[in-house]
């Protein structure tokens, strides 16, 4: 069927907008690449099946300028490599790499080598999540990203974290990182801040047999910013993938997952907590992939939404003939803290394998009365306790991650947002 006009002439508009930076022969081809598929499959628009509750249109046009907020750092660097970007583009300046024999770091910018072991890798994950359902704005960060870093881990390394900071009011920004982590290594990846007034990101991380890949992101508190990221993982045999996200307001923000469980005993565990107030729509949408046998996968995102706030949750579970004693689990929550605001919920299961253990859940709600009730009868504030059961309501989510020490910074960095913004 041919493309309606106002797709393919989206994509070539997106296309004409943002240059191809130089780049060796293997990243120009890769980009050449992505810039096609992007051309064939179309820009995204407000009827395709899976941008029907979040239009593209905002994160396509002109960039309007958003306030400068304090946004003061969540993750503590320590002793872990920490990279900086200002405005989307690496300050070596501000970044500290330690040495780390089970690390290899290079910028996007820096990887001039004809030869390079992000060659098989840069562009081949997005490509590969393109089916069945196109991501266009992760093929038009493949074809026209300049930032980003390539990351090989070859053991046990230290922590990496990757701080956003923001200076322009209406700066946009794309970042590409590429992760390889070689069998049996292991890697903590930390996201602090808000990178851009707009931002198109991809991380590509493939995790080789018996590796472990943890990753923590806090997206910031700006108000106006506009984001749209996308994580597309490969696991190999008794691999790990853990993944947590949380986001506090925001005008709008995008977060795909297209995960692929390749090597048996692999497991992926995705989890998120968003707290919008007015002016906030939030979308996650996650595809997972079971293409092997004894492989497990958990979604859990939370949402919590006042004052005319929206929240998307769009997640799928696709069970591929053979992959027999596979544990699928998803659940999507909203928290409406008031009459205007929404939660819209789409579960899939897709499933060819008839030796499954596979759920999903969706509910949306308001406060508990009773436990309201029961907590002011006892002394506590009333907007302490709607706080006090809110916390309780994401905590779920935040119990995903592996780290205690991070989720206790991320349960205060909430219990500082919700205190600020009592009504």
Not at 109 to 117: F, K, L, P, T, V
Request: charge should be negative; hydrophobic fraction near 45%; glycine fraction near 8%.
């Amino acid at each position: 069927m041919a493309l309606p006009a106002h797709k393919i002439d989206g994509a070539a508009a997106l296309l004409a907008r943002y240059s191809a930076p130089d780049a060796p022969k293997w990243l120009a081809n890769a980009r050449k690449d992505a810039a096609q598929r992007l051309a064939t499959m179309g820009a995204p628009h407000a009827r395709d099946e899976y941008w029907r509750y979040t239009p593209p249109a905002s994160l396509l046009g002109d960039v309007a300028d958003v306030a400068q907020l304090d946004d003061k750092a969540l993750f503590d660097a320590g002793d872990a490599h920490e990279l900086v970007f200002v405005d989307g583009i690496f300050d070596a300046a501000q970044s500290t790499l330690r040495d780390d024999d089970a690390l290899q770091i290079q910028t996007l910018n820096d990887a001039s080598a004809d030869i390079h072991w992000a060659a098989d890798l840069f562009g081949a994950l997005e490509s590969a999540g393109q089916n069945p359902v196109p991501r266009p704005l992760a093929a038009l960060n493949t074809a026209r990203a300049g930032q980003g870093v390539l990351i090989r881990v070859s053991g046990a390394a230290r922590p990496v974290v990757l701080r956003h900071k923001r200076r322009a009011a209406n700066a946009e920004a794309m970042l590409h990182h590429v992760i390889k982590l070689d069998a049996g290594a292991s890697l903590t990846l930390l996201e602090d801040g808000a990178a851009a007034a707009r931002l198109n990101a991809v991380i590509e991380v493939d995790i080789a047999d018996r590796a472990m890949f943890d990753h923590v992101r806090n997206q910031g508190r700006d108000h106006g910013r506009q984001l749209a990221t996308h994580i597309f993982a490969r696991l190999g045999t008794e691999s790990r993938f853990k993944s947590f996200t949380l986001s506090l307001n925001g005008k709008l923000t995008r977060n795909e997952a297209v995960i692929t469980l390749t090597g048996d005993n692999a497991s992926a565990h995705i989890a998120g907590a968003a707290v919008g107030d007015g002016d906030f729509l939030h979308d996650d949408t996650i595809f997972i992939t079971h293409d092997a046998e004894h492989c497990e996968s958990r979604q859990v995102f939370k949402k919590v939404l006042r004052n005319g706030a929206n929240g998307v949750f769009q997640g799928k579970i696709l069970v591929k003939p053979g992959a027999q004693k596979t544990d699928g689990y998803q659940i999507s929550q909203g928290l409406l803290l008031d009459d205007d605001s929404n939660f819209l919920a789409k579960p899939e299961l897709e499933i060819y394998a008839d030796d499954v253990v596979c759920s999903h859940g969706s509910t949306c709600g308001s406060v508990d009365d009773t436990a309201l009730f029961y907590l002011t009868s006892r002394g506590v504030p009333r907007a302490e306790a709607q706080d006090l059961l809110v916390l309780a309501f994401l905590d779920e989510a935040i119990a995903e991650i592996g780290d205690d020490v991070l989720a206790d910074r991320l349960r205060e960095r909430l219990g500082g947002w919700l205190e600020r913004h009592r009504g």
